[in-house]
């Protein structure tokens, strides 16, 4: 994957994986997402087992806010 985090962490554990669409600029673009207990990190596919790393995101600097079904804010 070509993460530079270092994934193997004693406390560390893969909550859930898989292709999610995120919303850009101009559309929506598909991902794939690796949701683990302590970060987020997601590429795009390159094909069967492959995928670019695109971003890690830290939880510990997040927020998660409610927002209502179909609303998208830009």
């Known amino acids: 994957m070509g993460c530079p985090e270092r994934l193997l962490e004693v406390d560390r ?3 859930r994986h898989g292709s999610l669409r ?3 600029r101009r559309k929506a673009k598909s ?3 690796f949701l683990f207990t302590d970060l987020l990190i ?3 596919e390159l094909g069967v087992g492959r ?3 695109n971003r890690t995101i830290e ?3 997040t927020r998660v806010d409610a927002v209502a079904a179909g609303v998208v804010e830009k």
């Open 13 to 15: 554990v893969l909550i």
């Open 22 to 24: 995120k919303l850009c």
């Open 31 to 33: 991902f794939y997402f």
């Open 42 to 44: 997601y590429g795009t």
């Open 51 to 53: 995928i670019k790393h």
């Open 59 to 61: 939880l510990k600097d």
